[in-house]
């Protein structure tokens, strides 16, 4: 179908969110009233990937969190940092920021879980990172009590700039003491994430 890329450029370029083939195929359904074929959307969504591979832009077209989004390069990712530290007036703690690491790994996880690892409470740091949307709460334990666990959610994704949990960095070691985490391998990071505001 002729510019179907261009109307699938305009639906990404307008959400504040991944938008999944599923997402696009009902709109452009509605659109034309027609049945648009999944292969004609997988062929335009491809084109328009090679369009913006190209150095000329600054964007591309990124599939992640099942869909796919408009992203900044890496190459600018530096000045992007700069500029959201700017304006924002706080990073998100060192507590909040270790409870968030060990959720994602260890996922799905209970509270006295975490705390047993990070060695002190954590109420404060997972009702901020609840608030901020990183992550949700998704079923209960069937341990005594049944405790609420909780795991990342599509938010997280979309800030570090992954696909799917699966693939986190690979960390060598979890160590269970007072220490977050042992070492681990180099980890680069959307640096949007380090820069979200959290009250004290």
Request: with cysteine; proline share 2%.
């Amino acid at each position: 179908m002729e510019n179907l890329s261009k109307h699938i450029e305009s639906l990404i370029f307008t959400t504040d969110k991944a938008l999944s083939e599923k997402d696009l195929k009902a709109a452009l359904d509605k659109t034309f009233k027609q049945n648009i074929n999944k292969d004609e959307i997988s062929s335009a969504l491809e084109s328009l990937q090679n369009k913006y591979k190209s150095d000329e832009f600054a964007i591309e077209v990124v599939g992640i969190s099942g869909g796919y989004r408009f992203m900044t390069k890496a190459a600018y990712h530096d000045t992007i940092s700069s500029h959201l530290t700017i304006l924002n007036k706080k990073n998100l703690s060192k507590a909040a920021l270790e409870t968030l690491a060990i959720i994602a790994y260890k996922q799905p996880i209970v509270k006295s879980e975490i705390e047993s690892i990070r060695g002190v409470g954590c109420d404060y740091s997972i009702q901020k990172l609840l608030e901020k949307e990183l992550i949700e709460m998704v079923g209960r334990s069937s341990g005594p009590g049944r405790p609420m666990e909780y795991g990342t959610t599509e938010k997280f994704l979309d800030h570090f700039g992954i696909k799917e949990v699966k693939d986190l960095p690979q960390l060598k070691e979890l160590k269970q003491d007072n220490e977050l985490l042992g070492e681990q391998a180099p980890i680069e990071y959307d640096s949007s994430i380090e820069t979200m505001t959290e009250e004290e």
